[in-house]
C-alpha cells in the first residue's frame, strides 16, 4: 500500500513537470521536456539523451517502451544545451534550434504553406500537413520518408523514381551516438532489385529479390492475414512494405549497430521486445560465402559445394574451407547446343547482373536463355500459382544457398556432355545407394539384435565388444527419436504471429493457437506460460519423454521450440476439438449418439491405461477433463496435456508443494485435502468425464432446484432408486444401448467413490466395459462442495499462474 502511494506522487510530479501537446503551429512550438503524443497514445515525439551521452537529440519512442527509438531528427548533430525547441514557420518547415539562433535540423519541403501544421500520428508517422478550412490535407512532409534505423509498419523501403527519393536503413554508431553507423539496409536498384545489407559500400548480406510472396532469403516472411508484406515494381516506385493487423502488438525491423537486421515483437502481455530475426545468424547468410558458381548449405558440412560441372578454383584452398575464389567450369559452354540443370529448393542468386520480364512464362525463359550465350541461368520471378515471369543471370552466380524452408527451382546452363555424364552418374549413383542401403539395413538389424540380446541376458559390466557396438548403435536409434525442434520464425508465421485470429483455446499451462505451416501441414501450437521456472535443458529433457509416449487414443507430440522465453509444444492439428464442444453444446451434442460416445469412452480408457500401465513411464494426468479430451477427424478421442503436469513441477519443494493441479469437478477428494496423488486420482477424473459423457451435464455446473448436490451426487441418487436411465442425455433418443449406458452409469460410479483403494484401476475399468460379468456395488460417491476449492485457490495463485485451470478461469 505504502508503496504505490509514493509511485503514485513520483508520477505525479513527473507529470505536471512536462507538458503534452498534440500538435505544433507556428503559433505552438514544443520545448525540451514537453512531448507531442500520438492520436491513439502509441508514439511521443520529445527530447531525449541517449545512452550515456549528455547530449540532446529530438526522437519518437514508444510510449509503452521509451527507451526504444523510432526516429531521430538530429541524428549527426548533438545539440549541447536544455533548451532546445522545435518550431514550425509559416511556411510548414520544421527547425530545430538550441534556444539561440542556431538551427540544428530542418526538414524540407518543396511547396509552402498556408496554414501549416506538424502532428505525430499514431502510425509513429510526423507529418507536416496543411490546414485549409479547418480540414487537414495536403502532406507536406513525413518522417517515415526519411528513416534512420528502424522500419514500422507502414514505412516504405526503396525508391520514389520520380523523385528520386531512397528510403533506407542506417544503423546507430552506438547506443550512445544515433548517428549514421557503417551498417544499412536498402533496396539495390540494379538487374532485378533486391534487397541488401551493407557494410560501407559492399553487401554483407541479402534478404534477396522478390518471389511474390517474401523476399527469396527470407522464406518464412509469408502472407498472412495478420502480417502482410507488399513489395512494389512499378516505373514510380520501387519499395518493400509490411503491415500488422493486429493493434495488440508492435513489430519493428531495426538495423543494429552491430550490423544485424533483426525483426522485433513486443507485446503488452509480455512487455518486452523478443527477437524473431537476427540475420545474418547462419554461415549462408554471409554473402557470397562460397565464392562464384557454388550452392551454400549450412546443414552439410563443409558449407560449400560447387555447381555440377563446376570444380574449385583453388582446389587447396578449398580443400582448407577457404572458399571465397568459387568454381569455374570444367568444360567449357558450346553455346547453342547446350542444356539446363535444375536446381530445387534455392534460394536464388545475386541478381544485381539479372534482366527480368513479368510477362513471359518459363518455355519462353529458356529459349531466351538459350539464344544468348552470355546467360547463365533462368528461374520464375514469381513463384505464386505455379510461377510466371522471367529472370535471367548473365556471367557468373554468386550468393546461391540451399533453402529449407521453400526456395525456388533455378535452371543452371550446362554444355550438353555434362547432362549425358551426369545421366551415367545417376545410374551408378542408384546402383551405390540400394547396396548401400541393403548393407546398411543388415547391420542395424544385426546392432538391434545386439541390443535386445545384449538387455535381456546381460548386465552392464565395463565395456565389451559388445557394450561398445551397443553404445554405437542402441544409442544411434535412440538419437533418431529425438523430436524435432521448430525454429520460432517458423512457427511465429504459421500461427500469423499468435495472432487472436488463431487462437484456439485456453488450456492449463497456456494458451493454444492453430497454424499452419509452409508445406500446410496444420499444427497445434502450445504457448506455455512463461512462469514456469524449469530451466530449459530440463523441459527439453522432459519434452523428450513425453513425445517418446505414442498411442492412438494420446495427441500426438511433433515436436517443441525453445527459444528464449518462450516454450512452445507442437501438436498435430484435431479440426473438432474437444469433447466439451459437443457434449455440453445443445446444438452439437447430437451430433455424437450412443455407439460414438461409448467408442468415445472406451478410447478415452485405452488413453489412459497406457499412460498408467503401459508406457515406459508411469505418467500420472493430473487434469483429466472433457476440455483436454481432443477429438480428431473421425470424432476418435485422443488425450491431450499428459505429461505436463509433471513438467511443471507439482510436486516439488518450498511454498509450491501446495500447488493444485487439476480442475475443480474432476479433482480427487484425496488430492487436495491430503495432497496426495496416484493413478486412482486420474480414475476419479475418469469415472467424472463417464458421467457427463452420458448425461451431458457438467459435473461442477449442475443445479437441480429442490437438491444441493453435484452430477455424482444425482448419478448416485438416482442409481440407488434403480432410476439410473433418467440420467441420460435426452438427446441420444433411440441410439441407447439400455443395458451398455447402465453399466456405463455403475462402472463411472465406482470411479468415483470417496476411497481411492476402492475405485478400480484402469485395466479393470476396460475389461468393465467390454465383458458383462456382474459389477461390484459401489460406495457411496465422494461429495464436493464448491466452497472446498477457495483455500486452495489461493495457495496456487501465489505460487503460479500456470495452474490457470482452477484458479483463473473456472473459479471465476
Ligand atoms: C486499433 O486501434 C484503434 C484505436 O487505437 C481502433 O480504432 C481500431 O479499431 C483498432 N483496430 C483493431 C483491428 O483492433
Ligand atoms: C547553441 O549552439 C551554438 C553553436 O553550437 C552555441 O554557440 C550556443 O552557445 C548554443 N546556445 C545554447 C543556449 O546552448
Ligand atoms: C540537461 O539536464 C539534465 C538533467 O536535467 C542534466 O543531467 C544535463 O547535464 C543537462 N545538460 C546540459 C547540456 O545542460
Ligand atoms: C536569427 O537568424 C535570422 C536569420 O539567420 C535573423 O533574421 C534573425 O534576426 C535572428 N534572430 C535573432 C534573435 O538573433
Ligand atoms: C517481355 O516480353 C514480351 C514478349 O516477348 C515483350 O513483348 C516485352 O516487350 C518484354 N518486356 C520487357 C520489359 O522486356
Ligand atoms: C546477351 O546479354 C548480354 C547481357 O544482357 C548483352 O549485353 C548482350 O548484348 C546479349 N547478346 C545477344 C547476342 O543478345
Known amino acids: 500500500m505504502m508503496r504505490t502511494r509514493v509511485i503514485c506522487f513520483l508520477l505525479l510530479v513527473y507529470i505536471t513537470k512536462s507538458f503534452s501537446l498534440d500538435m505544433i503551429t507556428p503559433s505552438q512550438s514544443m520545448k525540451d521536456g514537453d512531448t507531442l503524443v500520438s492520436a491513439g497514445g502509441t508514439f511521443e515525439l520529445g527530447f531525449f539523451s541517449p545512452g550515456d551521452s549528455s547530449g540532446r537529440y529530438l526522437g519518437i519512442w514508444y510510449k509503452q517502451s521509451p527507451s526504444t527509438l523510432t526516429w531521430v531528427a538530429n541524428r549527426n548533430k548533438r545539440i549541447n544545451s536544455n533548451s532546445s525547441v522545435l518550431e514550425i514557420n509559416n511556411q510548414g518547415v520544421l527547425v530545430l534550434h538550441n534556444g539561440s539562433n542556431n538551427t540544428f535540423w530542418s526538414s524540407k519541403v518543396s511547396k509552402a504553406a498556408e496554414n501549416p501544421v506538424a502532428q505525430l500520428l499514431d502510425s509513429g508517422n510526423l507529418v507536416v500537413r496543411d490546414r485549409n478550412g479547418g480540414k487537414l490535407e495536403n502532406l507536406l512532409w513525413q518522417s517515415f520518408d526519411y528513416p534512420c534505423d528502424t522500419l514500422l509498419p507502414g514505412m516504405k523501403l526503396g525508391w520514389n523514381l520520380e523523385t528520386g527519393l531512397n528510403r533506407f536503413l542506417t544503423c546507430w554508431k552506438s547506443t550512445d551516438d544515433p548517428d549514421s ?201 514469381d513463384k505464386r500459382d505455379g510461377g510466371s515471369g522471367c529472370l535471367l543471370w548473365f556471367g557468373d552466380l554468386i550468393d546461391m544457398r540451399q533453402s529449407y524452408e521453400g526456395g525456388q527451382d533455378i535452371y543452371i546452363r550446362v554444355p550438353s556432355s555434362e547432362l549425358e555424364h551426369n545421366k551415367k552418374i545417376y545410374k551408378k549413383k542408384l546402383v551405390g545407394i540400394i547396396t548401400g542401403s541393403a548393407v546398411f539395413m543388415i547391420c542395424l538389424i544385426l546392432g538391434l539384435a545386439i541390443c535386445l540380446w545384449k538387455n535381456k541376458f546381460e548386465k552392464p559390466a565395463g565395456m565389451s565388444k559388445v557394450g561398445f557396438w551397443k553404445e554405437l548403435l542402441c544409442r544411434r536409434v535412440e538419437e533418431d527419436s529425438d523430436i524435432p525442434t521448430f525454429d520460432l520464425s517458423t512457427i511465429f508465421y504459421a500461427t500469423n504471429c499468435f495472432s487472436s485470429y488463431n487462437k484456439f483455446g485456453a488450456g492449463g499451462f497456456g494458451l493454444v493457437y492453430k497454424g499452419v505451416l509452409a508445406d500446410g501441414t496444420e499444427i497445434a501450437v502450445k504457448r506455455l506460460s512463461k512462469n514456469s521456472e524449469q530451466g530449459q535443458q530440463e523441459f527439453k529433457t522432459e519434452v523428450q519423454l513425453i513425445a517418446k509416449l505414442q498411442h492412438r487414443n494420446l495427441v500426438k507430440l511433433l515436436g517443441c521450440c525453445i527459444k528464449q522465453k518462450e516454450k512452445l509444444l507442437i501438436y498435430e492439428f484435431m479440426p473438432n476439438r474437444s469433447l466439451d464442444h459437443f457434449i455440453f453444446d445443445d446444438g452439437r451434442r447430437k451430433l455424437l449418439d450412443w455407439t460414438k460416445r461409448f467408442q468415445i469412452i472406451s478410447g478415452i480408457a485405452r488413453g489412459l491405461l497406457y499412460l498408467h500401465h503401459d ?86 455446473e449442475l443445479s437441480i432446484p429442490h437438491q444441493f448436490v453435484n452430477l455424482l451426487g444425482h448419478a448416485w441418487e438416482l442409481w440407488t432408486k434403480e432410476r439410473a436411465m433418467e440420467l441420460v442425455d435426452k438427446s441420444l433418443g433411440d441410439s441407447v444401448d439400455e443395458a451398455q449406458v447402465l453399466r456405463c452409469i455403475h462402472i463411472g460410479l465406482l470411479c468415483v467413490q470417496e476411497r481411492p483403494e476402492n475405485r478400480p484401476n484402469m485395466s479393470s475399468v476396460i475389461h468393465m466395459l467390454n465383458d458383462d460379468k456382474p459389477l461390484a456395488r459401489p460406495k457411496q460417491p465422494a461429495f464436493y462442495p464448491h466452497q472446498e476449492s477457495n483455500s486452495s485457490t489461493k495457495t496456487s495463485e501465489m505460487c503460479s499462474n500456470n495452474d490457470i485451470s482452477i484458479t483463473l478461469l473456472e473459479a471465476r
Open 181 to 381: 553507423g557503417d551498417y544499412s539496409f536498402k533496396i539495390d536498384l540494379r538487374g532485378y532489385p533486391q534487397a541488401v545489407q551493407l557494410k560501407g559500400d559492399s553487401i554483407i548480406s541479402r534478404a534477396g529479390s522478390w518471389n511474390g510472396l517474401s523476399f527469396t532469403a527470407l522464406p518464412y516472411h509469408k502472407q498472412s492475414p495478420v502480417f502482410k508484406s507488399e513489395f512494389v515494381l512499378n516505373e514510380k516506385e520501387i519499395f518493400y512494405e509490411f503491415q500488422v493487423l493486429d493493434n495488440s502488438t508492435f513489430f519493428r525491423y531495426v538495423m543494429t549497430s552491430s550490423g544485424n537486421r533483426q525483426l522485433l515483437h513486443w507485446t503488452s502481455e509480455t512487455n518486452v521486445w523478443e527477437t524473431l530475426i537476427t540475420i545474418p545468424s547462419a554461415r549462408c547468410d554471409n554473402y557470397a560465402l562460397c565464392g562464384e558458381n557454388s550452392v551454400c548449405n549450412s546443414v552439410n558440412t563443409p558449407d560449400c559445394a560447387c555447381l555440377e560441372g563446376f570444380a574449385p578454383k583453388v582446389q587447396r584452398e578449398w580443400d582448407m574451407s577457404y572458399w571465397s575464389n568459387g568454381c569455374v567450369r570444367i568444360t567449357p559452354l558450346s553455346c547453342s547446343k547446350d542444356g539446363f540443370m535444375k536446381y530445387t529448393g534455392i534460394v536464388l542468386p545475386d541478381t544485381s547482373s539479372s534482366r527480368y520480364n513479368k510477362t513471359i512464362d518459363l518455355q519462353e525463359c529458356e529459349s531466351l536463355c538459350l539464344q544468348n550465350c552470355s546467360c547463365t541461368a533462368y528461374a520464375n520471378l
Open 615 to 700: 508406457s515406459r513411464l508411469r505418467i500420472i494426468h493430473r487434469d483429466l477433463k472433457t476440455s483436454n479430451i481432443l477429438l480428431d477427424n473421425d470424432m476418435n478421442p485422443k488425450i491431450s496435456d499428459f505429461g505436463l503436469a509433471r513438467t511443471f513441477g507439482g510436486d516439488q519443494t518450498e511454498a509450491c508443494t501446495k500447488r493444485v493441479m487439476g480442475t475443480h469437478g474432476y479433482i480427487s477428494p484425496e488430492y487436495p485435502m491430503h495432497g496426495s496423488f496416484s493413478t486412482k486420482s486420474d480414475v476419479f477424473s475418469f469415472g467424472v468425464i463417464m458421467l457427463e459423457v452420458v448425461s451431458g451435464m457438467k459435473n461442477k
